[in-house]
């Protein structure tokens, strides 16, 4: 193998920034420290074992085509694998099984055959180095030359830069062309206002207040100390928005002491006898807030940690959040359940631009 | 290197043409005659591939894509990108008559009804994890070696937003079984679309088709995540690696290497054969982690439900980071000005982690700059050569890894027995303090590993050997380096901070100024490469 | 993009329950405010009077010697541990019977422990507590067998108990250093006796909220997720990406980083 010439070969030296002109900028200086080593060139080359070694080498042969044979093993394995454990319905152990089988199977026909093919190259292929020159990225000056001459040409035979009237009008043309691809994009939503719908939700006076997912109406004698429930509105069933309108009138519903609890005079009557009801849809980017703690009475949300304290109308104590959980202001009906005295004050969730 | 080859040979004789090797012949002669494919396998056939394990990373990311790509083909056979409600009527009983839409329908009958249905979903999503994964650790190694140098700054920005698809490519992937984790990772996307000033609004009701979850969703990803961003992450691909043909990898240094060639082993047919097995090594490794470890049980998430909420519900790892952000911001952080809602608890990590991102894809141009240097670079540096730059990285990792520790702040808090208050607060502090401490400490090993270097290059090993010399002394015995082994810890670029001087009409612009300082900053802390000056005068001592 | 909203519409009339199901449920509901808490109340009164005054005297002398320093010689309690009036045998049983009490020290939640008393020993506290003012019994074995609804408990469980426990039961942080406990291999009797009396600062799940019925539905569900390991194979603890990233970085990458050094070393 030709010795590469290996006093050039420091990079300040290279004969790759030799063609380039402009290399380093003003000021920038490399440091060139005097009587700096030289590149000693390519070290001997040692063999290896399989090179030495005949018995080796037909070894090492013998492995690979091993290796290659138990890959066909696998593969056949894993097809029986495929037939003689199907799944049986119902029998989760047998999916397990099914998985696992068919996968192993599937995993010793490919390592098999990587494996053999890596040890093929490493021990019996040709070994040592080879070098390539590298050429600089640049084109040569005379490519660059003719590239030039081919915009030159096709500038002169096309008139792009002396018709300028054809040049501009083509510009303008084409940045409007997007334009109705960019309007089309409205019917992705339906026509309706998402401002006006992210204020509203099921909740209005006299709505009852249901167990989620079992549809009942929730008496309050039946709120005892410390109980939790997780509440849907009456009028949500059966409808087409089922899911929209659940992912904004979702409610938790708790009894605290009336002693535990700290009630603004704006907000007497919205509580009933301890009894309050809060948007479960955190403020800070909507995940339910169902964590409840029954002696702290605080609500934790699990993707990012925000706290509130029920106690203190859901003002936050920690985390990101900034905006208390709204509140559903309720009390009960002729029959004793429970009924939302209004609908929420303010939108639920979290903020949007057009909130406020 | 002549003597090598020659067992090999004497072994398979070119003898009279076989059958087969006809055939072959003719096969190659119908193709060259249709398509000149002889000049493209003369051009490349033989090109040089240099042997490192770190250069082999971005092959990983390739090959786990390749096993995306294929398992996901399986899953396309099955899975029912619709939102439709469907009753559950499959054979996995903890879920039957539970009402549920299609798409998590379909994949529970794949996972459940199909025979290695579960065993493609798990290659498809451990493939993916191993994919991004193998993307990040790629990046960093071509960080910490400065091979994003000219003439690759383009090819890192490719790279770059390959990575960006990777992740893309991961959340709507992620959130197509309409389960009870993906919805409400949904649901943080639009509560933080939502947050964006002006447009969040539109944005979020565009997007969904209407109110937050709606029933457009999972069609729509699904078409991103099938159609649009794989095609476009095959064509980056595609330039990804025909620019690295044309750059030529990188090598490191060492003898015999230059910055005018490159040393390694050629395409046909050793390199094939290592990359090619590779690839099966690689799928491979990941059909059997599919075999034996469950990756995302949608069965126990159940169908998506906006009312519940698992405990523990993280995204994806690689999705982490932006989670974490959202996590560690700092309380109250949302403001009403001018008549409109200011969520800077939602755009506050929104601007922080586009900086990063941001700062990540121009870094290359950013150094550039600052070094003045517009040569080509060949040969990949040690980090430790490099010390700011490597003390940079460290940084953005620590910063990067304390955001990913975030995301998981109540994992940390329940398996460590911690209060969340006390790991978020202390997450928060080393987000600010990390980088630096890491950046310091990097910086301080990387120029001690130069030391170090420079010491051994000039004096040697040590050898262990203690000796007593006539006058009492004792003194251990170096064992000298050969030339080979030196080059390697010589070969290195040393830069001296810019100075300052002034432009054709005299004058200094502020920009040469703050580019001095930077450079300053950069190259002020050095370690020269030995030469063989101070080897020669130095050999007195020892 | 209207047409096709219009054929969800119809998929989904009766939202995310068939017509039948939401009949099933309010039954069930009805049956859990009136019937099943006639039921439960009674239980409760028979559970007192079969109790033996002789257990009860038991019971108050085990109490008075391990229990008394906390909750008071009365069991009204005192600054370092609350009243126990009306919390019945349940919550005895189950803070006696998974080793919560008696507390090793004070701490933001007291933890699982080695039993410290024998199930008669237990059962004699339980009586005396009972005996004092009435609570929620130890609950019936009917509820316990884990052979009702899986499918509906595990609706239950995903929107009552998930939120803490998570999905796959495997705990999860509270505030403060609390936390839900993971409900692997935990006794479906101590999971009722939990929902009903709430421990510590878990939410109560009453009759009234949840049914004996929707309880035995939930231990049903955590049975079946309990009884069958995780059909794809080894589950990473439960935990979701967290365990599966670190899996992937750790095991998937670093062995593929070793078959790497393998490809590129040369051999002898």
């Known amino acids: 193998m030709a010795q590469h010439d290996g006093d050039k070969a420091t ?252 009630v603004s005079p704006e907000r007497a009557d919205w509580n009933y006898q301890g009894i309050v009801a809060y948007s479960k849809i955190c403020t800070h980017v909507g995940c339910p807030v169902a964590l409840a703690e029954q002696h702290t009475h605080h609500l934790l949300c699990p993707c990012h940690q925000s706290q509130f304290d029920i106690s203190h109308e859901a003002k936050v104590i920690f985390g990101p959040a900034k905006r208390p959980l709204p509140q559903l202001p309720i009390t009960v009906d002729a029959q004793g359940y429970l009924v939302a005295r209004s609908g929420f004050h303010e939108p639920v969730g979290p903020s949007f631009w057009e909130r406020s | 290197m002549t003597t090598a080859q020659d067992t090999t040979t004497t072994k398979s004789p070119v003898a009279a043409p076989t059958r087969g090797s006809r055939f072959t012949g003719a096969v190659a002669n119908y193709l060259d005659e249709r398509t000149s494919i ?85 290659v498809h999503h451990w493939a993916a994890l191993l994919f991004v994964a193998a993307i990040g650790l790629h990046m960093l190694r071509v960080f910490f070696n400065g091979s994003f140098k000219k003439p690759r700054e383009l090819n890192w920005v490719i790279g770059f937003v390959l990575f960006i698809l990777a992740m893309g490519e991961g959340f709507t992937g992620y959130s197509l079984p309409d389960d009870l984790l993906s919805g409400n990772g949904l649901r943080i996307i639009d509560g933080m679309v939502k947050g964006i000033p002006l447009a969040g609004t539109w944005i979020s009701y565009l997007l969904f088709g209407g109110e937050f979850p709606g029933t457009a969703i999972v069609p729509r990803l699904y078409s991103l995540h099938i159609l649009l961003l794989p095609a476009i992450l095959v064509a980056a691909l595609g330039l990804h690696l025909l620019l690295m043909v044309i750059n030529k990898h990188t090598q490191y240094a060492g003898p015999g290497r230059t ?10 047919p050793n390199f094939a054969a290592k990359a090619g097995g590779f690839f099966f090594v690689v799928f491979g490794v990941i059909v059997l982690i599919s075999s034996f470890f469950t990756i995302n049980p949608i069965w126990n998430y159940g169908p998506y439900d906006p009312s519940p909420i698992s405990a523990g519900t993280q995204p994806d790892w690689y999705i982490g980071f932006a989670d974490g952000g959202l996590r560690l ?39 550039a700059w600052i070094t003045g240097d517009k040569r080509e670079h060949h040969i990949t540096e040690r980090p430790r050569n490099a010390p700011t730059r490597t003390a940079i990285g460290a940084a953005g990792v620590t910063f990067y890894a304390v955001l990913w520790a975030a995301a998981a702040s109540d994992i940390l808090a329940t398996h460590f027995h911690l209060t969340i208050e006390a790991v978020t607060h202390s997450l928060q502090a080393l987000l600010i303090l990390g980088p630096i401490i890491a950046y310091l400490i990097a910086k301080r090993v990387c120029l001690a590993l130069q030391k170090k270097d420079r010491e051994i290059a000039l004096h040697g090993y040590e050898s262990g050997r203690m000796i007593r010399l006539p006058g009492g002394e004792y003194h251990e015995v170096h064992q000298p380096l050969d030339d080979y082994e030196r080059w390697r810890l010589v070969d290195y670029v040393d830069y001296k901070p810019l100075m300052i001087r002034p432009d054709a009409r005299g004058r200094i612009s502020p920009v040469q100024r703050v580019r001095a300082v930077l450079s300053r900053w950069f190259f002020e802390d050095r370690i020269s490469p030995a030469t063989r000056a101070e080897l020669e005068s130095g050999e007195g001592h020892h | 993009m209207r047409t096709h909203t219009s054929t969800d519409a119809r998929g989904r009339q009766t939202g995310r329950r068939h017509p039948l199901a939401s009949i099933a449920l309010i039954t069930i509901g009805l049956l859990s405010t009136g019937g099943a808490y006639a039921l439960m109340t009674t239980t409760a009164s028979a559970e007192t009077s079969v109790a033996t005054q002789q257990s009860v005297n038991e019971g108050q002398k085990i109490f008075a010697a391990n229990c008394a320093t906390c909750h008071g010689m009365t069991a009204s309690g005192t600054k370092d541990g609350p009243s126990l009036y009306g919390v019945g045998a349940a919550s005895v049983d189950f803070q006696m019977g998974t080793g919560r009490m008696p507390l090793a020290y004070q701490g933001p939640q007291g933890a699982q422990k080695p039993l410290q008393f024998t199930q008669e020993q237990i059962d004699d506290v339980a009586a005396y507590i ?101 059909p794809g194979g080894v589950d990473l603890g439960g935990l979701g990406p967290v365990s599966e990233g670190l899996f992937i970085w750790i095991f998937g990458l670093g062995a593929i980083v070793g078959v790497t050094i393998w490809i590129t070393a040369r051999p002898n």
């Open chain 2, 38 to 122: 002889s000049g493209i396998t003369k051009e490349l056939g033989r090109k040089i591939f240099p042997d490192h394990w770190s250069f082999m990373l971005g092959e990983v990311a390739l090959y786990s894509f390749i096993a995306i790509l294929l398992s996901g083909t399986f899953l396309t056979f099955f899975f029912e990108p619709t939102m439709t409600q469907v009753h559950y009527e499959g054979s996995y009983v903890g879920l039957k008559g539970i009402e549920m839409s299609a798409a998590y329908a379909s994949t529970l009958d794949i996972s459940f009804d199909i025979r290695g249905g579960l065993l493609m979903r798990q």
């Open chain 3, 130 to 230: 009972a005996s004092l003012a009435p609570g929620p019994a130890v609950p019936d074995e009917k509820y316990l067998a884990g052979d009702a609804d899986v499918a509906l408990g595990g609706q239950l469980f995903r929107t009552n108990c998930a939120m803490c426990h998570n999905v796959a039961g495997a705990g999860g942080a509270l505030t403060e250093g609390k936390f839900a406990p993971s409900l692997k291999g935990v006794e479906a009797r101590h999971i009722y006796e939990a929902m009903v009396t709430g421990p510590q600062n878990m939410p109560v799940f009453s009759d009234s909220n949840l049914s004996p019925q929707d309880k035995a539905d939930i231990i049903s569900f955590l049975k079946f997720q309990n009884q069958h390991a995780s």
């Open chain 2, 329 to 367: 911001v700092p309380p109250g952080l949302e403001f009403v000005l001018w008549g409109h809602t200011w969520s800077f608890n939602i755009i506050l990590p929104l601007i922080v982690l586009g900086l990063f991102i941001v700062l990540v894809a121009i870094y290359p141009f950013l150094e």
């Open chain 1, 11 to 262: 990079a300040a030296g290279s004969e790759l920034e030799a063609v380039s002109p402009r290399t380093v900028s003003t000021g920038t200086a490399v440091a060139t420290t005097g009587g700096a080593f030289e590149n000693p060139g390519m070290p001997p080359h040692s063999p290896r074992a399989t090179d030495l070694d005949p018995r080796k080498d037909k070894t090492a042969e013998r492995r690979v085509g091993l290796l290659f044979l138990f890959s066909i093993v696998g593969s056949v394995f894993a097809i029986v694998a495929y037939i003689i454990f199907p799944i049986v319905p119902g029998d989760l152990s047998s999916v397990r099984v099914n998985n696992m089988l068919l996968g192993v199977g599937i995993s010793v026909a490919l390592l098999a055959i990587g494996l053999g093919a890596i040890y093929w190259a490493k021990n019996l292929m040709k070994d040592g180095e080879w070098e390539e020159h590298r050429h600089p990225t640049r084109g040569s000056e005379d490519t660059r030359a003719a590239a030039v001459e081919v915009f030159t040409l096709g500038n002169e035979e096309s008139g792009f830069g002396r018709r300028s009237l054809i040049r501009n009008s083509l510009i303008g043309a084409l940045v409007v062309s997007p334009l109705p691809a960019v309007v089309m994009f409205r019917d992705l939503a339906p026509a309706a206002d998402p401002v006006a719908l992210l204020k509203e939700t099921l909740w209005e006076k006299d709505v009852r207040l249901m167990r989620d997912p079992a549809n009942t109406p929730v008496k309050a004698s039946e709120v005892t100390l410390g109980s939790v429930f997780q509440i849907i509105p009456e009028n949500l069933a059966g409808r087409e928005d089922f899911l929209e309108q659940k992912a904004k009138a979702a409610v938790l519903l708790m009894r605290l002491k009336p002693e535990d609890l700290h």
């Open chain 2, 259 to 268: 910055n005018d060639n490159v040393v390694g082993v050629p395409i046909m």
